[in-house]
């Protein structure tokens, strides 16, 4: 049974302080369409710039995440986005009024419950799943790091930490499938040890801490003085050290929830491999440095093979969506500028498209004719052709329409295009079509050889009449 991708029906808001900087910030989690994933959307910040929640855009894994974009950041995601995977949400835009998200009480509950009072809305599109292929393997010896990714057709994690505390000591979690989140793994609170709160205090950082979102581990012999030092930093009464060899600021709620807490970073941080996944997460000792290059290795791992999907061999001879006539109907474009001779394939997000090229164009009798070359202007000339097929197929009445080609980027030219070849091309949509502008990603390729790569943006226009002109 296919599972349809999710988001929220309405918008929900969520307010409080951040955890490093103490800044008051506002967050608002708002409904968004298919295939849009999760995108943060800083509203305090000129041209309120977009950041998309991907593994390559992270800049920082020193106390948090930290992911940067078209020259804004956000910071110390990874428990919203816990959040939104727990809840397995696909598409979600987040608009915030500041950089850093709001700690609260140091776990993702509070989202858990502003996002499940908002409510969830199922979608046309399917969920499409990255199933994990085999066993991907990182480690980092010198911090006797281990993460491993095995098949399942499930979403499970295994955890263990050891900090060769006697305090905290060794601790596993443990979920058997990402819907057990909500109530097992989404209450538990980030912890730090006491001498890392002292250092962290020293240095004018965790501005928006407070004793009520974190546990603290008391992992040296501590006195009465420094005690008193802490309350009057927190402006508590007094503090003493619990018999679980904790602050006696709050009660744990679960035994392990040092061990839970770290489990639900690594849901967080591992979002940002931009899809949802299939598989059993083990790790040993985890942190976000390691989550993160772990999740990049998982993401170059699905870029290889959705760069191998385009390998499909299509036969010339089978039965096209539109032949040349038909193309000739929809595009305004003839020879010699005609560049498309079938469409192969033709969906909302996707098109293929086929070019024949031979010795008998015109374009060879002065473009080294002794060593003739499909030029590489005319291959991203055809690629823009076949996308302004799938652009076009968004109206009723495409013949009434152009389209106008607005920034072509990360054109590259792989491999030599000759007569006889036959070029393929594939134009997929980046993002949802909207207010008539599409950005596209399209690879040309002749056999199983990828030969032109690039990213377009295209605008569709309506024909002026003669009348008009």
Known sequence: M???????????????????????????????????????????????????????????????????????????????????????????????????????????????????????????????????????????????????????????FTCMVDYNSQVLGSQHASISTISEFEKEIASCRTFCFLHELEMLLQHDLIKGGDLNNAIVVVDKKVDEEELAHLA?????????VAPQGILNNVELRHQNEPARHKLLDMIGDLALVGVPLRGHIMAARPGHAANIAFAKKIKNLIKKERSRKHFKVYDPNMQPVYDTVQIMNILPH?????????????????????????????????????????????????????GGILVLNTVPDPENYITLFLKIENARFKDKVVPGDTLIFHCNLLAPIRRGIAQMKGIGMVGNRVVVEAELMAQIVKKQKPEEV
């Open 232 to 240: 009057k930093l927190f402006n508590r009464k007094d503090i003493k």
């Open 334 to 386: 003839r020879q010699p500028m005609l560049m498309i001779d079938k469409i192969l394939e033709l969906t909302k997000s996707h098109v293929v498209g086929l070019k024949n090229v031979t010795i008998n164009e015109d374009i060879f009798r002065g473009h080294f004719p002794g060593t003739p070359l499909f030029p590489g202007v005319l291959q991203i000339e055809a690629m823009a052709q076949t």
């Open 2 to 156: 296919n599972i349809k991708q999710r988001t929220i029906k309405s918008p929900v808001s969520v307010s409080g302080s951040g955890l490093h900087t103490g800044e008051k910030v506002t967050m608002t989690f708002n409904p968004a369409p298919e295939n849009h994933g999760y995108k943060f959307r800083r509203i305090d910040v000129e041209g309120m710039p977009v950041i998309d929640a991907d593994v390559d855009n992270v800049t920082d894994t020193s106390r948090g995440t930290t992911i940067s974009q078209n020259g804004a950041s956000v910071s110390t995601i990874e428990h919203v986005l816990a959040a939104l995977v727990g809840l397995e949400i696909d598409n979600v835009l987040i608009d915030m009024d500041g950089p850093e998200t709001p700690i609260m009480d140091g776990s993702s509950i509070q989202f858990v419950d502003a996002i499940t009072k908002a409510g969830l809305v199922e979608q046309e599109e399917d969920r499409e799943y990255y199933h994990i292929p085999y066993n991907i393997h990182y480690e980092e010896p010198d911090r006797k790091v281990e993460m491993v990714a095995m098949p399942l057709d499930d979403y499970r």
